[in-house]
């Protein structure tokens, strides 16, 4: 089995939404019918990367093509920049291959962007080249073999995580496991993982891959294929301890017989967000009522169990917090004695003890 596997239903859905011809009067620029080193596809979108040319003057030019499948004109496309917080050398304001493009080439969350100024037939199937300059001791120390680029069109965006340290195994080819979809978004429990496939042979097993460089990855997850079949089938993983920030995932589709793939790789925001504190008040306690409460729950179906113990380890009471209600616990009926006890949360894979005072 090949590499990669190809999202034909995306291919099959651009193909039905555009006409039966494509528009040529425009010719090719110099040098885009060359052979790509990498190509990844995305939401009617073909991007293809041909290699960084050092220039010989210490800045190396990093090359790119983007064809649109869709209906839609072409709007904009963003390309990773390497080093901290440095903008391409070129281009500064503005663009032009086949069509014009503004720039905005200020370092802004690393993207330089091509903005289309006259690409209104930059759509069915048609392509362009991007072109930008960098340092090349910038970009050759080592830590930039990662470069992510973004296409909008209308309202399809693509998207594309090139390693360029492995692009000799990056061309697309059809594969037996039709991949239709595969997304992510950061959620309160993690990072969730959305996948869909149109038709699956001999699939086992998906391994669920993540990394926080694009390079080195790890299994996060497993999830059991659907064997041999011809209907859709959607998949779900939520990755519980994602990194603070940049989340690379892909999907390792494995076969009965060990034979392997890998998906494309997406990228995932995510915040760590802290745990809902405990609010045990008032403390210390002198009426015989302790009240409950979670601090900034993340949302009203959050679930924390609360528990009261001796500090010999005694369960007296439990009790289950939803959201952001507050509960009171009479301790009178426990008929406690004066002192300290324990008062433990339990929330997810997090876990809190705080300590009150019973007057």
């Known amino acids: 089995m090949t590499r990669k596997l190809l999202p034909i239903f995306v291919l099959l ?27 990844i596809e995305d939401n009617c979108f073909r991007f293809e990367y041909f290699g960084a040319v050092d220039q010989g003057n210490g800045t190396t030019q990093l090359k790119f093509k983007i064809t649109n499948a869709s209906r ?17 050398l070129s281009p500064k304001a503005s663009y032009i291959s086949r069509y014009k493009y503004s720039v905005q080439n200020v370092y802004h969350d690393s993207l330089i962007k091509y903005t289309g100024l006259n690409t209104s037939t930059f759509r069915y199937d048609q392509s362009d ?18 470069i992510e680029v973004y296409a909008q069109a209308g309202t ?25 979809s595969f997304t992510g978004a950061a959620s309160g429990e993690g ?26 990855f790890e299994s996060a997850g497993y999830v059991e294929g659907n064997g041999t079949s ?17 989340n690379y995932y892909r999907l390792k589709q494995v ?23 405990l609010m045990a008040f008032p403390n210390p306690v002198n009426n015989g009522q302790l009240n409950l409460k979670l601090e900034k729950a993340m949302n009203e179906n959050e679930i924390a169990t609360v528990e009261l113990l001796d500090l010999n380890g005694r369960l007296i009471t439990s009790e289950i917090l939803k959201g952001s209600q507050t509960i009171q616990v009479n301790l009178r009926k426990h008929n406690l004695k004066p002192g300290i006890y324990l008062v433990n949360l339990r929330n997810g894979n997090s876990a809190q003890h705080q300590k009150i ?3």
């Open 191 to 216: 990072v969730t993982l959305n996948w869909e496939t149109a038709t699956e042979k001999d699939n086992a097993y998906f391994s669920v891959q993540h990394s926080t460089d694009g390079r080195n």
């Open 357 to 359: 005072l019973v007057q």
């Open 230 to 246: 011809s209907s859709n089938h959607k998949y779900r993983f939520t990755h519980t301890q994602p990194a603070s920030g940049k």
């Open 156 to 180: 399809l965006v693509g998207t594309a995580v090139f390693n360029l340290e492995e692009c000799d195994d990056m061309i697309i080819v059809p594969l037996p496991v039709e991949l239709l």
């Open 72 to 88: 839609y004109p072409f709007m904009h496309a963003m390309f990773e920049l390497p080093g901290q917080k440095l903008p391409a």
């Open 13 to 39: 859905f651009c193909l039905f939404t555009t006409p039966a011809f494509s528009q040529s009067n425009i010719p090719c620029p110099a040098g885009c019918d060359a052979d790509p080193l990498c190509v």
């Open 255 to 277: 076969d009965f017989d060990g034979k392997y793939a890998y998906s494309k790789v997406i990228v995932v925001e995510s915040k760590k967000v802290a745990p809902a504190k």
């Open 129 to 146: 080249v991007f072109r930008y300059v960098v340092d090349s001791a910038t970009f050759h120390n080592g830590e930039n073999s990662i």
